[in-house]
């Protein structure tokens, strides 16, 4: 156990540890995990833990994301300076470091984490309560590793599988109202647009909860994230955008040149199978709807041969979304779609993107089709709400041990508190099948080999499951 003194640990140089958190693997845990290695079992060989998610917002969860972890940490070997520099933080941090351990593993598995990890195809969507994940040591003498992996792997797999259950269960909202106002589902792709990379916590994030998103839509303004599907998913370019104007540009010209802003959108934008979005409640919402797009620039936007995507901003979206498309279709009229329902001419349309969430989207859709307006008619932007207003608990996500051999014996490891038995975590290692078509998590030596969904997707350092983002997509489809 580490002895030292307040006064004893040694001064760290912020020149030397930078940006450390974010490059050293040693250091990508919590603390106290470093004291685990002397704490079990005298023999303990190899430990089986597993993530789930033990309930939460959604019933089931769209998982995602755990490639992109193994591809930016898991690929990449230790090194003498990382184990050099862990020790140092430990020290001056007080709590013990396991040196021999981790340079066993830069002397033995050349740096790279002695680990196997099975997990579902990335885009499946499976029922809360289910194993997602399964993560074992592949070295005897490493059976600390396991758990100590915890902190980083969790991280990896809550964050990106939430955001995409979130932007799934919005999607799912959508097409259901599209289906039951709608001629198609043609347009549900560009449905709901990712506006969260300023509301996002860091550029990682950003990248991260983005692409999770990009999963069932394809509508987005994160190039973060269009950078992390071709780095970690092969996807040449997984989302699209338009030209759109913000409140700077449009304020730019002055409360008397609003007209001639918004003019300016149309000329340096508009065309024959062109889009573009121009925020227009800079000043007057029913201003700029009833006089100067439905007045001044009617015949502009009617004759450009593109589509006018009008933005309100502000005020409460649910009264603010019908009123400002009955408004646009008093002046430029409508037509009536097959289910009965209104839809405004192809030359203009209207994207929400002040208070979206899935609740909002589902108001605002059921206030839409009260008065007989198509979901057809408008399209949504989403930003803190899709990339920031999530936590490890919205679906309640844990990883727990499960099982472990100890002189070549395997033994269950369970937790099971009287005080909360929504926290009791399961036994034994683990598989998921499908019974009937539904996912369910059995013994892993009930079952043979080829029934399990588990995939191995890492050894040793080693990518053994690549997925497509066209492949993920794919999967996230059959859901």
């Known amino acids: 156990m580490n002895t030292l003194t307040a006064l004893d640990r040694p001064v760290l140089n912020p020149d030397d540890w930078r940006i450390s958190i974010m490059q050293n693997l040693i250091l990508n845990t919590d603390s106290y995990k470093t004291s685990h290695f002397v704490q079990y079992p005298q023999g303990a060989e190899f430990v089986s833990s ?11 969860t769209v998982f995602f994301g755990l490639q992109m972890f193994i591809k930016q940490y898991l690929t990449k070997p230790i090194t003498l300076a990382d184990i050099d520099e862990a020790e140092m933080i430990c020290a001056a941090h007080g ?5 021999d351990g981790w ?3 830069l002397t033995v598995h050349n740096g790279y984490l002695p680990l196997e990890i099975e997990a579902v195809p990335e885009g499946t969507e499976v029922p809360t309560g289910n194993v997602l994940v399964q993560v074992i040591n592949t070295d005897p003498t490493c059976a600390w590793l396991t758990s100590y992996i915890e902190t980083a792997l969790l991280r ?38 990712d506006f969260g990379a300023r509301g996002a916590s860091s550029e990682e994030t950003t990248a991260i909860g983005g692409l999770a998103h990009l999963v069932s839509f394809m509508g987005t303004d994160n190039f973060s994230a269009l950078v992390a599907a071709r780095r970690y998913y092969g996807a040449d370019m997984a989302g699209f955008s338009i030209p759109a104007a913000e409140h700077s540009t449009i304020t730019s010209w002055g409360r008397e040149g609003e007209t001639a802003a918004y003019a300016n959108m149309l000329k340096q934008f508009g065309g024959q199978n062109k889009l573009l979005a121009v925020v227009s409640d800079s000043y007057d919402i029913w201003n700029a709807i009833d006089n100067i797009w439905g007045g001044e620039l009617k015949t502009q936007v009617e004759t450009t041969g593109g589509s006018l995507v009008v933005r309100p901003d502000s005020g409460e979206p649910v009264e603010i979304v019908p009123e400002a498309i009955e408004r646009l279709m008093a002046k430029f009229g409508f037509s009536v779609n097959g289910k009965g329902y209104k839809v405004l001419p192809p030359c203009v349309r209207l994207i929400q993107g002040d208070g979206v969430c899935a609740a909002s989207i589902e108001a605002i859709l059921a206030e839409m089709q009260k008065r007989g307006l198509s979901a057809d008619n408008v399209a949504f932007g989403m930003g803190g709400e899709l ?16 099982a472990i051999c100890i002189n070549g014996q395997w033994h269950d490891v369970y937790k099971d508190p009287i005080t909360d038995q929504g ?12 019974e009937n078509g539904q996912f369910k998590t059995v013994p892993k030596d009930a079952i043979g080999a080829e029934q399990n969904q588990l995939v191995s997707v890492y050894r040793n350092g080693q990518v053994l499951a690549d997925y497509s983002f066209a492949q993920v997509r794919e999967n996230a489809l059959k859901g």
């Open 50 to 60: 597993y993530i789930e998610s033990r309930g939460g917002v959604h019933a089931s």
């Open 95 to 99: 709590v013990p470091f396991n040196r």
């Open 103 to 105: 340079m066993h593993i």
């Open 156 to 193: 990896a797999v809550w964050y990106p599988t939430t955001v995409a259950t979130v932007s799934k269960a919005c999607q799912n909202i959508i097409a259901r109202y599209l289906d039951e106002t709608a001629d198609n589902l043609n347009g549900l792709p560009f449905k709901l647009h």
């Open 387 to 402: 990339l920031q207003k999530v936590n490890r608990d919205t679906q309640k996500f844990a990883m727990k041990a499960s």
């Open 423 to 434: 926290k009791r975590s399961k036994k034994g290692r683990l598989a998921l099948i499908k």
